[in-house]
């Protein structure tokens, strides 16, 4: 028994993208905006934990004073 491998040849048209896809290939992210929008979501997590452990703290806080007196 024999194995018949199929050869097809590749014509330009085969291989021509439409052109949404040749122009979103061109375009490059804005580096600039992409790493202000990193910055910007570093700070507001920054912020979130400081107010977590602002809660916390003021929680221990008004535990250690209700058990004291």
Same mark, same amino acid.
């Given at each position: 028994?024999? &194995?018949?491998? !199929? =050869?097809?040849?590749?014509?330009? #048209?085969?291989? =021509? #993208?439409t052109?949404?896809v040749?122009k979103? +290939? !061109?375009?490059?992210?804005? &580096?600039?905006?992409?790493? !202000?929008?990193i *910055?910007? #979501?570093?700070?507001? =997590? #920054?912020? !979130?934990?400081? *107010?977590? +452990? *602002?809660?916390i ?6 535990i250690? &004073?209700?058990?004291?007196?």
């Amino acid at each position: 028994m024999t &194995i018949q491998v !199929k =050869q097809t040849a590749i014509s330009p #048209e085969d291989n =021509q #993208e439409t052109p949404m896809v040749r122009k979103s +290939l !061109k375009e490059r992210p804005n &580096i600039d905006h992409l790493i !202000k929008r990193i *910055l910007i #979501e570093r700070r507001s =997590q #920054e912020r !979130k934990n400081l *107010l977590t +452990l *602002l809660v916390i703290v003021s929680a221990i806080i008004v535990i250690g &004073i209700y058990i004291y007196n």
